[in-house]
C-alpha cells in the first residue's frame, strides 16, 4: 500500500468522534450481582394449566387423601422468584457511575448543589463523570408531580453540575439558526439560557462552558445558569417559571 | 500497586465481581468501539458490548490461562454484535464522522494555517466517505486495524478469520479503498 494512503488513515483515526463510551463496568458487575431468574423449560402458563387440573382432581378425593397425593407428585415443584432489583432512575442515559452523595462530595471536593424546592426532594439517584475541567455530577429525579417523564425514559429531571466554566451568550446565539428558542434569563450570578422548543436538539455544556449541540438525550427544557463558579443544567419538561424556582432554589 | 491484568482474570475466574469490573474498565472503551464499527449503532453497540461482557464473565472457565485476554474478549464482543446486528436485518453503516477540530498539532511543529486546516479536514471527510462506502468486509477490516487501533491477532479475533487471511484481506480492502479514492471527485 501506499504510505500516504496508510498515513492518512493512521491520522483519520486520531480524530475519528466515536459515540462516548457507556459505563458498561458498572452495568456488568449490576448484572453479575443481580442475575436474573432462570426461566424454567416448562412455560409457566402450562404450570397453571396443569395446577388446576390438579386441583380439580384434588377436589374429587378426601382431603387428607389430597395431601397425601399432593406430597407424592414428583418433579413438582412452585418457584418462588423474587422480584427484580429496581433499576436506578437515570440508568442508561450514559450520565456516568451512580455515585453516594459523600462519594460525589469527596470527588468534586463540595457538596453537590441541589435544590431546596420541595416539589423534587432528595435525588433518586446521583451520577459521576469525569470532564475535561474536572468530575461532573448528575442528580437525577424519577417523574413526579409537575415533573413528567423526559421522553417515555423514567425520568422526571437532571440537574447536571459542571465544574468551573461561563456560560457564553455569544455561543449560545449561534442556538438561534436551529429549532430551538434561546431566552435569557435572570438566575445565578452569570448568563443564564432557558432552551426550549426543537424536541430532539439537545443542548449541553461543554467542559469549559461553551454551549454546544450534542446526540439526543432527554430533550427537556433546559435551563442553563452559573452559580459560584459552577455552570450548572437543569433539563426537565416543566415551564420556564416553575425552572426558575428550582434553580433559585439551589444551595 | 494496582493488579495486573492476569490478576485480576484469576480473580474473576473465582467469582470475584469487582475484580471483573476492574477488567471491564481496562477493556470497555475498545470493546463499545468494536461493537458500534459492527452494528453501526451506539444503543445496539452498548446492548451488545454489556449483553457480550457479562456472557465473557460465565465463559472464563474456557478462557486459557496466560493467553492474551483483549483477543479472547473482542471475539466474543464481536460475535455478540454481529448476531445483534444480524437479528436487526439491516447492513450496519459506520456512522462516524471526524472531529471538526484538527488533529494535535506535535510538540515543536507549527501550527496549520486556517487554509491548511480546512483542507485537511475535507480530505478526512472525503476519505472516511470512501471507507464507509466500501463493502462490509472490506470496511470491517479497515476499522479494524486502523480506526480501532487492533492488531493482526485481534482482527482475526474480531472478524473470525485466520490471521494471514487478516493480511490478504486488508490489502485487497486498501486497494479498493484506493480506487474509490482515485475517482472520488476532488
Known amino acids: 500500500m501506499t504510505p500516504d494512503l496508510d498515513r492518512a488513515l493512521r491520522e483519520l483515526a486520531t480524530v475519528i468522534d466515536f459515540p462516548p463510551t457507556p459505563d458498561l463496568a458498572t452495568a456488568v458487575e449490576r448484572r453479575l450481582a443481580h442475575p436474573p431468574a432462570v426461566r424454567a423449560w416448562w412455560p409457566r402458563w402450562r404450570t397453571a394449566v396443569l395446577v388446576a387440573a390438579l386441583v380439580l382432581v384434588l377436589a374429587a378425593v378426601a382431603g387428607a387423601a389430597a395431601a397425601r397425593f399432593w406430597d407424592d407428585v414428583p418433579g413438582f415443584t412452585i418457584e418462588r422468584v423474587e422480584l427484580q432489583p429496581p433499576v436506578p432512575a437515570g440508568a442508561g442515559l450514559r450520565l456516568g457511575r451512580e455515585v453516594s452523595a459523600a462519594e460525589a462530595a469527596a470527588r468534586v471536593g463540595a457538596p453537590t448543589p441541589l435544590p431546596a424546592d420541595g416539589r423534587l426532594g432528595t435525588p433518586d439517584a446521583l451520577y459521576l463523570a469525569s470532564g475535561g475541567n474536572g468530575p461532573r455530577v448528575s442528580a437525577v429525579w424519577r417523574p413526579r408531580s409537575g415533573f413528567p417523564p423526559l421522553l417515555r425514559r423514567d425520568v422526571g429531571a437532571i440537574l447536571t453540575v459542571l465544574p468551573g466554566g461561563t456560560v457564553r451568550g455569544d455561543a449560545a446565539n449561534k442556538l438561534l439558526s436551529m429549532e430551538t428558542d434561546v431566552e435569557l434569563v435572570d438566575v445565578g450570578d452569570g448568563a443564564a439560557y432557558w432552551l426550549s422548543g426543537a424536541p430532539h436538539t439537545v443542548i449541553f455544556t461543554r467542559a469549559d462552558g461553551e454551549i454546544a449541540v450534542e446526540d439526543v438525550r432527554l430533550a427537556g427544557n433546559v435551563l442553563l445558569w452559573q452559580q459560584d463558579g459552577r455552570v450548572l443544567r437543569l433539563e426537565a419538561d416543566v415551564e420556564l417559571a416553575t425552572a426558575l424556582e428550582i434553580a433559585r432554589s439551589v444551595r | ?186
Open chain 2, 1 to 186: 500497586m494496582a493488579p495486573s491484568e492476569a490478576e485480576l482474570v484469576e480473580r474473576a475466574r473465582r467469582g470475584d465481581h469487582a475484580a471483573y469490573g476492574d477488567l471491564v474498565r481496562l477493556h470497555e472503551d475498545v470493546a463499545f468501539r468494536t461493537a458500534y464499527v459492527i452494528c453501526g449503532s451506539a444503543a445496539d453497540a452498548e446492548d451488545a458490548a454489556q449483553e457480550a461482557l457479562v456472557r465473557a464473565y460465565a465463559a472464563l472457565g474456557r478462557f486459557r490461562p496466560g493467553a492474551p485476554f483483549r483477543p479472547w474478549l473482542l471475539a466474543i464482543v464481536a460475535n455478540e454484535a454481529r448476531n445483534r446486528r444480524r437479528g436487526a436485518g439491516r447492513r450496519a453503516a459506520l456512522a462516524l464522522r471526524a472531529t471538526e477540530q484538527a488533529a494535535a498539532v506535535p510538540d515543536g511543529g507549527a501550527t496549520p494555517s486556517v487554509e491548511a486546516d480546512v483542507l485537511a479536514h475535507d480530505e478526512r471527510a472525503t476519505l472516511l466517505h470512501a471507507v464507509e462506502g466500501l463493502r462490509e468486509e472490506d470496511r470491517l477490516v479497515i476499522a479494524c486495524r486502523y480506526l480501532l487501533d487492533l492488531g493482526e491477532a485481534e482482527t482475526a479475533a474480531v472478524l473470525g478469520l485466520p490471521q494471514g487471511t487478516v493480511k490478504s484481506r486488508l490489502s485487497r480492502a486498501l486497494g479498493r479503498l484506493r480506487e474509490r479514492l482515485e475517482v472520488a471527485p476532488a
